[in-house]
């Protein structure tokens, strides 16, 4: 049991946030309404996450961009789509939810993990990160504004009667939030002993990131939890509903994984471009889809479940799709440890 903690202490801390958020939802009721703590708790993540990063080693996939390119529009064109098509079979929140969801860049770990885990060519993945959360500021509000559009009134300008949800505010928001703390991050790196001290504590910052990833899906549930207990009997989403809602976000997330493989497949793409295609251009990142649905969908506090569904949902499937690629080709075998190390067999 300590060992299958130890592996998988991300997830039962989801589980844990997810019901400390619901259940106390009432006494914890001021945390969501303090800005300063879920900025500060998204840029500290941001930070974290991409001082790390030796961007510098990525030349490789750099000078040949076909595979980045290919999970880079699959992440930000073609998985939007899909989920717009079927968050059409879904409702309120939950529709919203899918939505958002799709809008968002792809991670910035598991990607690149999970592909150098299958065998694949993770520095691919890992530009489509560095890409994507780059220009996320630009490409998620459009998104968001055409997909959710008919669902909640998006300006292109500030509205000077208060309700509507402005797009310049988000862009500008987005980039201060998202783009500018990896910039820094990066920045930082310039420093040679802050750099190689990064590279060094590489696993220690990752495990501090995700712990700010649980406080803001538990300030994201504290939110759902007050909706819910306001919410009058006949308006209270049903099992049916909810159940509807995970199908629904599980089969675009591996609806994507299939089509951008199954894309690069038919381009001729070598298997590790392939399968960065594949897990890079289906994986979303539950961070900026939470600092998102906190800051400008707070009408909408349900709508964080299609993403909190999503990202557990790409950590168990992707484990097997994983699985799957290294039982055909078992020449490499991923090391026993937590960062997804690989080693020939």
Same mark, same amino acid.
């Given at each position: 049991?300590?060992?299958?903690?130890?592996?998988?202490?991300?997830?039962?801390?989801?589980?844990?946030?997810?019901?400390?958020?619901?259940?106390?939802?009432?006494?914890?009721?001021?945390?969501?309404?303090?800005?300063?703590?879920?900025?500060?708790?998204?840029?500290?993540?941001?930070?974290?996450?991409?001082?790390?990063?030796?961007?510098?080693?990525?030349?490789?996939?750099?000078?040949?961009? *076909?595979? /980045? !390119? #290919? %999970?880079? &529009?699959?992440?930000?064109?073609?998985?939007? $789509?899909? @989920?717009? *098509?079927? /968050? !059409? #079979? %879904?409702? &309120?929140?939950?529709?919203?939810?899918?939505? $958002?969801? @799709?809008?968002?860049?792809?991670? #910035? %770990?598991?990607?690149?993990?999970?592909?150098?885990?299958?065998?694949?060519?993770?520095?691919?993945?890992?530009?489509?990160?560095?890409?994507?959360?780059?220009?996320?500021?630009?490409?998620?509000?459009?998104?968001?504004?055409?997909?959710?559009?008919?669902?909640?009134?998006?300006?292109?300008?500030?509205?000077?009667?208060?309700?509507?949800?402005?797009?310049?505010?988000?862009?500008?928001?987005?980039?201060?939030?998202?783009?500018?703390?990896?910039?820094?991050?990066?920045?930082?790196?310039?420093?040679?002993?802050?750099?190689?001290?990064?590279?060094?504590?590489?696993?220690?910052?990752?495990?501090?990131?995700?712990?700010?990833?649980?406080?803001?899906?538990?300030?994201?549930?504290?939110?759902?939890?007050?909706?819910?207990?306001?919410?009058?009997?006949?308006?209270?989403?049903?099992?049916?509903?909810?159940?509807?809602?995970?199908?629904?976000?599980?089969?675009?997330?591996?609806?994507?994984?299939?089509?951008?493989?199954?894309?690069?497949?038919?381009?001729?793409?070598?298997?590790?471009?392939?399968?960065?295609?594949?897990?890079?251009?289906?994986?979303?990142?539950?961070?900026?889809?939470?600092?998102?649905?906190?800051?400008?969908?707070?009408?909408?506090?349900?709508?964080?479940?299609?993403?909190?569904?999503?990202?557990?949902?790409?950590?168990?499937?992707?484990?097997?799709?994983?699985?799957?690629?290294?039982?055909?080709?078992?020449?490499?075998?991923?090391?026993?440890?937590?960062?997804?190390?690989?080693?020939?067999?």
């Amino acid at each position: 049991m300590r060992s299958v903690l130890r592996r998988h202490w991300f997830l039962a801390g989801l589980m844990v946030v997810v019901s400390i958020g619901f259940v106390f939802s009432e006494p914890l009721r001021e945390l969501p309404n303090m800005a300063i703590l879920r900025n500060g708790i998204v840029v500290t993540v941001l930070f974290l996450m991409a001082f790390p990063l030796a961007f510098g080693d990525l030349h490789n996939a750099i000078r040949r961009p *076909a595979a /980045s !390119l #290919l %999970a880079t &529009g699959m992440n930000f064109g073609v998985l939007p $789509l899909i @989920a717009w *098509a079927f /968050s !059409l #079979l %879904a409702a &309120g929140d939950f529709a919203i939810g899918i939505n $958002l969801m @799709a809008a968002i860049p792809c991670t #910035l %770990a598991s990607a690149a993990v999970w592909t150098r885990r299958a065998g694949g060519n993770d520095s691919a993945a890992l530009v489509v990160t560095i890409i994507t959360n780059s220009l996320c500021f630009l490409v998620t509000p459009f998104w968001l504004l055409w997909t959710t559009g008919s669902e909640i009134t998006i300006t292109v300008w500030p509205d000077p009667t208060g309700k509507g949800l402005s797009l310049a505010e988000m862009v500008s928001k987005l980039f201060v939030l998202v783009v500018l703390p990896m910039a820094f991050g990066q920045l930082a790196r310039l420093v040679p002993k802050a750099g190689d001290w990064a590279t060094r504590n590489k696993f220690s910052l990752s495990i501090i990131a995700q712990i700010g990833i649980l406080l803001m899906v538990l300030l994201g549930c504290i939110s759902c939890g007050l909706k819910l207990r306001s919410l009058p009997a006949g308006q209270m989403p049903t099992i049916i509903s909810f159940a509807v809602m995970i199908v629904l976000v599980l089969v675009i997330h591996f609806s994507a994984l299939l089509v951008g493989a199954g894309i690069a497949r038919r381009l001729s793409f070598s298997r590790p471009d392939e399968i960065a295609v594949a897990f890079a251009g289906s994986q979303k990142t539950l961070m900026i889809g939470l600092a998102i649905a906190t800051e400008f969908y707070t009408a909408n506090p349900l709508a964080i479940l299609p993403m909190v569904t999503y990202h557990v949902g790409q950590l168990f499937l992707d484990t097997a799709v994983a699985d799957h690629y290294l039982r055909k080709h078992p020449a490499v075998t991923p090391l026993n440890g937590q960062d997804g190390d690989m080693k020939k067999a």
